[in-house]
C-alpha cells in the first residue's frame, strides 16, 4: 500500500492553463506538504495543513492555492502556468506536534510549455 | 540565509570504497531535528534518519552511519563499502520549531561499477 500517493505522476501543459495535482495519505498523520523542486535539485516547501487548516505558507504566488478537503488530502491547485513553474512537486505528510519524519510522495513532474 | 550547508556537490566513488558527505546546520533553536532523505534516480525522496538535538548518539544502519557533532554543528553521513545502488541525491535537512524542513542544495554521488 502506497503511503503518500500522488497524482498525476506527470503533466505536460500549456502555458496559461489551470491544472490540479492531488495528493492523499493513508499513514493517519495529521499534516500535509507541498514542496517544489527546481531544475537544479533544490527543495522549497510552499505550503503545510494540520488538519485542513493552512499554517504554513512560504513567499508562494497566488496563483498557487492548495485546498484540503479532510486530513488525509491536499491537493493543488495552480492558475495561469507559467514557465518558470516547470519543476517537480511533492507532497509530505507527518504528525505535528512532535518534528516527526515526513514521508514523500513520488512526486509530480510539471512541464510548462 | 542559508539553514543546510552541503559544500560538496558532486561525489564519484569506485565501488567498494567509503564515502561521507557532509552537512553543516544552522539554527538558533535548542530543540531542533535533523535528517538525511535520499533521492535516486527515480526521483521518489525517501527518509534514511532523523536525529533530535539532544541525542548526539553516533547511528550506524547497516552500511550507513551517522555521525552529529552539535559542537560543530554537523550531521555527517558516510556510506562504508559503497554499491552502484547507492548512486543518488542526498539531503540533508534541518527541522526547526516551525516544522518546516530546511533542505540543504543536495549532494550527488555517483558510484561506479
Known amino acids: 500500500d502506497t503511503a503518500v500517493s500522488q497524482t498525476p505522476k506527470y503533466l505536460v501543459t500549456q502555458m496559461g492553463n489551470d491544472k490540479s495535482i492531488k495528493c492523499e495519505q493513508n499513514?493517519?498523520?495529521?499534516?500535509m506538504y507541498w514542496y517544489k523542486q527546481d531544475s537544479k535539485k533544490f527543495l522549497k516547501i510552499m505550503f503545510s495543513y494540520n488538519n485542513k487548516e493552512l499554517i504554513i505558507n512560504e513567499t508562494v504566488p497566488n496563483r498557487f492555492s492548495p485546498k484540503s478537503p479532510d486530513k488525509a488530502h491536499l491537493n493543488l491547485h495552480i492558475n495561469s502556468l507559467e514557465l518558470g513553474d516547470s519543476a517537480v512537486y511533492f507532497c509530505?505528510?507527518?504528525?505535528?506536534?512532535?518534528?516527526?519524519?515526513?514521508?514523500f510522495g513520488p512526486g509530480t513532474r510539471l512541464l510548462v510549455l | 540565509a542559508q539553514k543546510v550547508t552541503q559544500a560538496q556537490t558532486e561525489i564519484s566513488v569506485v565501488e567498494k570504497e567509503d564515502v561521507t558527505l557532509d552537512c553543516v546546520y544552522e539554527?538558533?533553536?535548542?530543540?531542533?531535528?535533523l535528517f538525511w532523505y535520499k533521492q535516486p534516480p527515480s526521483g521518489e525522496l525517501v527518509f534514511l534518519i532523523r536525529?533530535?538535538?539532544?541525542?548526539?548518539q553516533n547511528e550506524i544502519s547497516g552500511r550507513y552511519s551517522w555521525n552529529f557533532q552539535k559542537s560543530t554543528s554537523s550531521f555527517n553521513f558516510t556510506i562504508t563499502a559503497s554499491q552502484v545502488v547507492d548512486s543518488a541525491v542526498y539531503f540533508c535537512a534541518l527541522s526547526e520549531a516551525d516544522y518546516k524542513l530546511s533542505f540543504g542544495a543536495g549532494t550527488t554521488v555517483t558510484v561506479r561499477a
Open positions: 499513514l493517519g498523520h495529521d499534516t
Open positions: 509530505a505528510s507527518s504528525l505535528v506536534g512532535q518534528q516527526e519524519t515526513q514521508y
Open positions: 536525529r533530535n538535538s539532544f541525542d548526539e
Open positions: 539554527t538558533r533553536d535548542t530543540t531542533y531535528y
